[in-house]
């Protein structure tokens, strides 16, 4: 027969193994570890200061929603953290002036999963134009300076007067667009912008 020193020994490693087994299956159990972080939408386009609302949802393995702390970034313009409910963590994205692709990340923290949408920003339509000096009294043959300026897209836009076919309008900085000069026909002229790129 064992002794009583023989049988506790074998008690007390079979209640250790038990332990044991118990531990690791709990563990695995409640592991609640992401896998993958989805960021939605995938792709979006904006105009320039345009603002955006972006979610990402982390899963585990399994396809379980994971606790995981998210951070944001983006290549340019800027992205906030608004709310985290549930899993679900919503930034809110919105472009600068530049325009093209932007890449908007979404990342776990402590080396988590990461993924990233792209946004594709671009220019936001004239609005409003103004000119000065709006109205200018201008003898026939001569030249008067004025200066414009747009809100919104500068690109696309043509000067002419509205003293008809004599009135000639010519731009002084193509490139710019800011400062146009207008050569009088009959009487004084005003000058107007209009938009050609919507």
């Not at 709310?83 to 932007?102: C, L, M, Q």
Request: hydrophobic content about 35%.
């Amino acid at each position: 027969m064992l002794s009583r020193t023989t049988w506790r020994r074998a008690l007390a490693v079979a209640i250790t193994t038990v332990v044991a087994c118990d531990i690791q299956s709990r563990t695995s159990l409640s592991g609640n570890e992401a896998a993958r972080l989805d960021v939605s939408p995938k792709l979006l386009t904006l105009q320039q200061n345009q603002a955006a609302d972006f979610t990402a949802i982390a899963f585990t393995s399994t396809g379980d929603t994971a606790d995981l702390a998210v951070s944001w970034s983006a290549t340019s313009g800027t992205i906030i953290d608004t709310s985290t409910n549930s899993g679900r963590h919503n930034g809110r994205y919105r472009a600068g002036a530049d325009t093209g692709k932007v890449k908007v990340v979404a990342k776990g923290r402590s080396g988590g999963p990461a993924d990233t949408s792209v946004v594709t920003v671009t220019l936001a339509p004239v609005t409003t134009v103004a000119v000065s000096p709006a109205v200018a009294s201008v003898a026939a043959g001569q030249t008067v300076q004025t200066d414009g300026a747009a809100r919104g897209d500068p690109e696309g836009r043509e000067w002419q007067s509205a003293d008809g076919p004599d009135g000639d309008v010519g731009d002084e900085q193509p490139d710019r667009g800011h400062s146009e000069r207008e050569r009088a026909g009959v009487g004084c002229g005003r000058r107007n912008g209009h938009d050609h790129g919507e």
